[in-house]
């Protein structure tokens, strides 16, 4: 479906799927929360939806928490249960932002599949053929936001030893404590979480790139560039 023309006010508008691609490190997640605010649509992300029904307890819940108990991965059918439970909510009903979901190939079948079929109760959205954005950034970039992170242990303020660097080497501009590398920041880590990426992603990207649903947006650019570009891509990006 053509992209509608856009309303006056911006949460009145049917903005419909938004799916957010990008590597660790990328900028989604605050691409994810600037999008939200802007349109009035939820941010939905796997990990929340997890942590979501296993606090409720909900039947899903019990049996995602019994498979995590074992050290295994969620199976997509679970997971695609959880999304498809909250894409049927309301507040899904003029669009909606998916942060994390699809990872896979497999897991995109299963949407355009879910958005086209019955079962999918936001009409509305279901005519607009969901629009990809990938926050594109190079490895060497990726590299040093997230292995040059440090945190203050006290306060919780974030710094790069590359980009934002306290005043003193090492030591909190706020409170002077020493600051600290979480272990999710250690090169070890950080290469295989972007080796992960690259298998997972790549051939979704490439997979959306054949529907000619992807859009990407140079996420190497300052912030409010990047929130620019993002936005502009939501309101001109011409869904086929």
Known sequence: MERQELAADPKAQTVGPVILLG??????????????????????????????????????????????????????NLVCDMVAERLNRPDCGRGFILDGFPRTVAQAQWLDQFLTGNLFENKAVSKIRPLVINIAVGYNQLWKRL???????TCGRIYNVYFSPSRVADICDVDGAKLITRRD????????????????????????????????????????????????????????
């Open 147 to 153: 292995t040059g992170r440090r945190s203050c242990p």
């Open 23 to 76: 590597a660790p490190g990328a900028g989604k997640g605050t691409q994810a929360k600037l999008i939200a605010q802007r349109y009035g649509i939820p941010q939905i992300s796997t990990g929340d939806l997890l942590r979501d029904h296993v606090t409720r307890g909900t039947e899903l819940g019990r049996k995602a928490k019994a498979v995590m108990e074992r050290g295994e991965l969620v199976p997509d």
């Open 185 to 240: 920041d250690s090169e070890e880590v950080i290469s295989q979480r972007l080796k992960a990426y690259e298998r997972q992603t790549l051939p979704l990207a490439e997979y959306y790139r054949g529907q000619g649903q992807l859009r990407e947006v140079d996420g190497e650019r300052d912030v409010n560039t990047v929130s620019a570009a993002t936005l502009e891509t939501i309101e001109h990006g011409d869904r086929l």
